[in-house]
């Protein structure tokens, strides 16, 4: 009889939803994280992510294992390969003009859409126009990518159909409620973010080369994102709590400008972290009864009745 409920999916395992931070080179650590769900045999079915998560969560969307990303990162984050990525120019917006990023993205990526991935993905970007968080599933994965990695006053903005978009993280860096909206009904969520004496602000102030004015700056802006984007993530993890948090225990001199050549250290970290809590993982698969489920019922007695999902974003359409 077993067999036959899971069958007609009267019984099965939940949709697992994978949300991953950004945080610069700190977000390295969630191959890590894959590699451990890949190892214990965890599925995941639903991605989100914001900037260097986004960029993460869409390769594995993609198809490439965990082995896949961590080779692909050590390529590109040889000093010879990072410094090709940078197209400095006239203020405009930002330090650096994006279109080797850009190009960059499009050579991993090609021509592929949101609908050409092997798994639903959304990533997280801001509307400088708007004021919104905008989420991007739709349309050019390459272009999204570039979006949500537009760290501002580094990067210019990314102009997608009207919209002045850059990094997703200043009001959404954990997408919680983004992968629950797409069906997610357990969440794990990795969380790689910095804390107050870790951002860029620090280490571009203790770099004599930098002008002060442009040092001076920068540093008071970066302050500025790093309070509006804990607040924000502080709020939303209070809205909308994952089932299961993994915070790597990362190092302090690792943000988003450098970090990016300790590849297999920041996956290291990430494996420790996904470890720790694999038990507690695979208890929240166990098959539950989603015919009870669909009713507004948790559990066989009724004792609970599921939340709704429903969230209210702006979802970018090409």
């Given amino acids: 009889m077993l067999s036959k409920f899971q069958n007609n999916k009267l019984i099965r395992r939940p949709s697992v939803g994978l949300v991953l931070s950004g945080g610069g080179a700190r977000g390295l650590a969630h191959i890590g994280v894959l590699r451990v769900l890949e190892r214990e045999g965890i599925p995941v079915d639903i991605l989100a992510g914001a900037s260097m998560g986004g960029v993460i969560a869409a390769g594995y969307a993609a198809g490439m294992t965990s082995d896949d990303l961590e080779q692909k990162s050590l390529t590109a984050t040889r000093a010879r390969n990072m410094l090709s990525l940078a197209d400095p120019g006239l203020p405009n917006g930002g330090l650096v003009r994006g279109q080797r990023l850009l190009a960059f993205f499009n050579q991993e990526f090609g021509e592929k859409t949101?609908?050409?991935?092997?798994?639903?993905?959304?990533?997280?970007?801001?509307?400088?126009?708007?004021?919104?968080?905008?989420?991007?599933?739709?349309?050019?994965?390459?272009?999204?990518?570039r979006a949500t990695t537009s760290l501002p006053g580094i990067f210019m903005p990314m102009d997608i159909n009207g919209r002045r978009l850059v990094d997703g993280g200043l009001l959404n860096n954990l997408p919680i409620d983004v992968v629950k909206s797409m069906g997610a009904e357990v969440v794990i969520a990795v969380d790689i973010g910095l804390t107050s004496n870790e951002g860029i602000g620090q280490w571009i102030g203790n770099h004599r080369w930098i002008p002060n004015g442009i040092s001076n700056t920068l540093e008071v802006f970066d302050d500025c994102l790093y309070a509006l984007r804990i607040t924000e993530q502080e709020r939303k993890l209070k809205q909308f709590p994952p089932d299961v948090l993994i915070c790597p225990d990362l190092p302090k001199n690792v943000n988003s400008i450098v970090g990016y050549s300790r590849v297999e250290e920041l996956v290291a970290a990430g494996e420790r972290a996904a470890e720790v809590l694999i038990s507690k993982i695979k208890a929240l698969l166990r098959p539950r009864w989603h015919w009870l489920q669909a009713k507004g019922v948790d559990h066989l007695d009724g004792s609970l009745t599921l939340p709704s999902l429903a969230g209210t974003m702006t979802v970018q359409k090409d």
Avoid: Y
């Fill in 114 to 145: 949101f609908s050409d991935l092997f798994l639903p993905l959304a990533l997280v970007a801001v509307d400088l126009k708007s004021h919104h968080e905008v989420i991007l599933c739709e349309g050019s994965v390459a272009s999204a990518l």
